[in-house]
């Protein structure tokens, strides 16, 4: 029912800026949470960010701290992942996800709607 698209990912260097965004369609997307989630080769898909339905609240893993910042705009339908500062560790392919389960959302089996990821690779 609820389908969702991301965009904006690329090749940039080491130091770089780049967002990731993710259009929702279907179903009412302020009654969902969103959340970010990436996959690089070879590993298992691990979270990255979440933010609330109306975005208030944010968290994010230990290692993106700092440098990510997940936002959304419920008029657009629309959640964002903006990267400052890259890595070639954040090298993946980068999915959302949207959830109905309040509170803390970390793991992959607590969201029912995925996109089909876009991806992102940071050379060194």
């Known amino acids: 029912q609820v389908q969702l698209v991301e965009s904006g990912g690329g090749l940039v260097q080491t130091g770089d800026s780049l967002r990731v965004s993710c259009g929702a369609s279907?179903?009412?997307?302020?009654?969902?949470?969103m959340g970010w989630f990436r996959q690089a080769p070879g590993k298992e898909r691990k979270f990255v960010a979440r933010?609330?339905?109306?975005?208030?609240?944010?968290y994010y893993t230990d290692s993106v701290k700092g440098r990510f910042t997940i936002s959304r705009d419920n008029a657009k339908n629309t959640v964002y992942l903006r990267m400052n500062s890259l890595k070639p560790e954040d090298t993946g392919v980068y999915y959302c996800?949207?959830?109905?389960?309040?509170?803390?959302?970390?793991?992959?089996?607590?969201?029912?709607?995925w996109g089909q990821g876009t991806q992102v690779t940071v050379s060194s």
């Open positions: 933010i609330s339905r109306t975005g208030g609240n944010t």
């Open positions: 279907g179903g009412t997307f302020s009654n969902f949470a």
């Open positions: 996800a949207a959830t109905g389960v309040l509170g803390i959302t970390t793991t992959a089996t607590q969201y029912d709607y």
